[in-house]
Structure formats: structure tokens, C-alpha cells
């Protein structure tokens, strides 16, 4: 089979299942991984041929897109601040707005030093640890999750940015204290409440982890408030708390800070322009 071939039976394969878009992006994507071809290479090699190996691996695709598989699980791989990530079913496909919050602390970082080190809470593929650790290679930094599967893919994607994380399993709803004092604590938590879920898709319903994304209706800041209260004990003074927030919710968050005695509360917006990350200071 060539390439040509293989392409317009993957077309007519998903042709009922996403827009041509989208099965052109995919296609893209594991062209890439599947075969090391650029872009330009899929346009410019119609003929090459293709092995039966590489055409099953394709076949199996198929079957896993019109399952709504995220494609991201698929190749086992995605990007993230520019840099390569492993993800798999134990852990959140990294977004784009959580590149917003990351790009926002090393902002801050340009003009206040660190003395202590950055805290992770809810680490999963640790794609917030590691592109801070990326850019600021002398800080310590420490990441914690509850799942230890997540940890293992975290601490393989620390090996393959070249970084050293500090990985910790650690239930953050649970009493065991956690060593050190941090400058910086940052966490993008579970947020997403169940009467949200019904506008969500399959590909994120089906197959990313639960835990890391709904809440309770009944206390949707339940991990908010206990960060917040972990953070009083663990930043410096001065520290910095950083959030992704849930876009629905920035005013309760904002009230859950200044009930918690935090100052100098900003909320700011994504690219979407939509309430997504919240920053606020500890003052001892
Ligand atoms: N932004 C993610 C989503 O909408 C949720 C991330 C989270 O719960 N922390 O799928």
C-alpha cells in the first residue's frame, strides 16, 4: 500500500465520525509518530510505501478514533510548552490554558527571585513541573499526586526533559503533613462539576481520568480550600499561590481566598477570555 492509499482509506474511514479538519490533523499526527514524516514529506511522498506493520498500527488507530479515543492517548504523546510530554489514561491531556498559567508564574519570576523552591499539587503528567523546572533550572521543585500511575508517567517525562522533580504520592485531602516551605505553590485541580459534564465529549468523558477532573455540585472548591489552608503553612512569607480555576467560578474563588486571609487576589483570563487563573499572596 502507499501513502496515498493509506490516506484516502483513513479519510473514508472517518469521513461520518469528524470534520475533514480535524481527520486531516490526525493524520498529520501519526504520520508523524508512525513514519518520522513532516508535514511537507506527507504531501510530497504519495508514492512511498507502506509496510503491513505500519498499516495495522494505522487500522488500529482508526477503530480507537471512531471509539473517540483522544488521539493524544493513541501516540502516547503530546506537546506542552513546547516540549514532548508522555500521557496515557492516568493522566490529563495537558492544555493550552495551563501553558497560559505556566507562562504567568515565570512572568512573575523575572523580577522575584526564589529562595525556597516551586510545590506542584496534583502533579499528573507533571507538565507544570517540568517546563518550570525547564526554565528554571536552579529551583527545587517538588510535584505530589494521589496516583501513582501518574507519578510513574511524571517522573518518565522528567527523564526525558532532562530535569530532576522531587515526585512525592501524596493525597492532598488527607492529613499527613508535607515537608518544607515553598515559594511558590502552584496546583490546577479537579474543577469540573457534574452538572457540566453534559456538555463535554466523549473523548474527554470516556477516557481521560475522573479524578483529576469533576467535583462535587454540593462543594466544587473542596480542593481549592484545602490547598489554600496547606499553602497558609507552607509558603514563605510573601509566598505566591497560583490556580487554574474553573471559568464559572472566579468570584467564589476570589471570596474562598479572602476568607482564607490571602491579599493582593487577581484573577485573569485565557485566550479564550474566559476566568481561568488566579494568583494571591500569604502574608505571615
Ligand atoms: N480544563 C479541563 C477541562 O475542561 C479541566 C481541568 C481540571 O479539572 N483541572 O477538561
Given at each position: 500500500?502507499?501513502?496515498?492509499?493509506?490516506?484516502?482509506?483513513?479519510?473514508?474511514?472517518?469521513?461520518?465520525?469528524?470534520?475533514?479538519?480535524e481527520?486531516?490533523?490526525?493524520?498529520?499526527?501519526?504520520?508523524?509518530?508512525?513514519?518520522?514524516?513532516?508535514?511537507?514529506?506527507?504531501?510530497?511522498?504519495?508514492?512511498?510505501?507502506?509496510?503491513?506493520?505500519?498499516?495495522?498500527?494505522?487500522?488500529?488507530?482508526?477503530?480507537?478514533?471512531?471509539?473517540?479515543?483522544?488521539?493524544?492517548?493513541?501516540?502516547?504523546?503530546?506537546?506542552?510548552?513546547?516540549?514532548?510530554?508522555?500521557?496515557?489514561?492516568?493522566?490529563?491531556?495537558?492544555?493550552p490554558?495551563?501553558?497560559?498559567?505556566?507562562?504567568?508564574?515565570?512572568?512573575?519570576?523575572?523580577?522575584?527571585?526564589?529562595?525556597?523552591?516551586?510545590?506542584?499539587?496534583?502533579?499528573?503528567?507533571?507538565?507544570?513541573?517540568?517546563?518550570?523546572?525547564?526554565?528554571?533550572?536552579?529551583?527545587?521543585?517538588?510535584?505530589?499526586?494521589?496516583?501513582?500511575?501518574?507519578?510513574q508517567?511524571?517522573?518518565?517525562?522528567?527523564?526525558?526533559?532532562?530535569?530532576?522533580?522531587?515526585?512525592?504520592?501524596?493525597?492532598?485531602?488527607?492529613?499527613?503533613?508535607?515537608?518544607?516551605?515553598?515559594?511558590?505553590?502552584?496546583?490546577?485541580?479537579?474543577?469540573?462539576?457534574?452538572?457540566?459534564?453534559?456538555?463535554m465529549?466523549?473523548?474527554?468523558?470516556?477516557?481521560?481520568?475522573?479524578?483529576?477532573?469533576?467535583?462535587?455540585?454540593?462543594?466544587?472548591?473542596?480542593?481549592?480550600?484545602?490547598?489554600?489552608?496547606?499553602?497558609?503553612?507552607?509558603?514563605?512569607?510573601?509566598?505566591?499561590?497560583?490556580?487554574?480555576?474553573?471559568?464559572?467560578?472566579?468570584?467564589?474563588?476570589?471570596?474562598?481566598?479572602?476568607?482564607?486571609?490571602?491579599?493582593e487576589?487577581?484573577?485573569?483570563?485565557?485566550?479564550?477570555?474566559?476566568?481561568?487563573?488566579?494568583?494571591?499572596?500569604?502574608?505571615?
Amino acid at each position: 500500500m502507499t501513502l496515498s492509499e493509506l490516506r484516502t482509506q483513513f479519510f473514508e474511514s472517518l469521513k461520518d465520525v469528524y470534520p475533514s479538519e480535524e481527520t486531516q490533523a490526525f493524520f498529520y499526527e501519526l504520520t508523524g509518530h508512525y513514519l518520522q514524516l513532516r508535514r511537507i514529506d506527507v504531501a510530497l511522498k504519495p508514492k512511498q510505501e507502506i509496510s503491513t506493520e505500519v498499516s495495522n498500527l494505522f487500522s488500529e488507530a482508526i477503530s480507537k478514533l471512531k471509539r473517540h479515543q483522544p488521539i493524544q492517548y493513541i501516540t502516547g504523546i503530546t506537546e506542552f510548552f513546547g516540549l514532548p510530554f508522555g500521557v496515557n489514561e492516568h493522566t490529563l491531556i495537558p492544555r493550552p490554558e495551563t501553558e497560559e498559567l505556566v507562562e504567568w508564574i515565570l512572568k512573575d519570576l523575572q523580577q522575584q527571585p526564589l529562595q525556597h523552591g516551586i510545590l506542584d499539587i496534583g502533579t499528573g503528567s507533571g507538565c507544570i513541573a517540568i517546563s518550570l523546572a525547564k526554565h528554571l533550572p536552579k529551583v527545587p521543585i517538588t510535584a505530589l499526586d494521589i496516583s501513582q500511575e501518574a507519578l510513574q508517567i511524571a517522573t518518565k517525562n522528567a527523564v526525558r526533559n532532562t530535569v530532576e522533580i522531587d515526585f512525592l504520592k501524596h493525597d492532598i485531602l488527607s492529613k499527613t503533613p508535607l515537608p518544607k516551605t515553598y515559594d511558590i505553590i502552584v496546583s490546577n485541580p479537579p474543577y469540573v462539576r457534574e452538572l457540566e459534564k453534559k456538555a463535554m465529549h466523549h473523548n474527554v468523558l470516556d477516557y481521560e481520568p475522573g479524578t483529576a477532573l469533576f467535583v462535587s455540585d454540593s462543594d466544587p472548591l473542596l480542593f481549592y480550600r484545602k490547598i489554600a489552608q496547606v499553602a497558609k503553612s507552607h509558603l514563605s512569607p510573601k509566598g505566591i499561590l497560583y490556580f487554574e480555576i474553573n471559568e464559572y467560578l472566579g468570584k467564589e474563588m476570589k471570596t474562598l481566598l479572602e476568607t482564607e486571609g490571602f491579599s493582593e487576589i487577581q484573577l485573569k483570563k485565557d485566550l479564550f477570555g474566559k476566568d481561568r487563573m488566579l494568583k494571591c499572596r500569604w502574608y505571615e
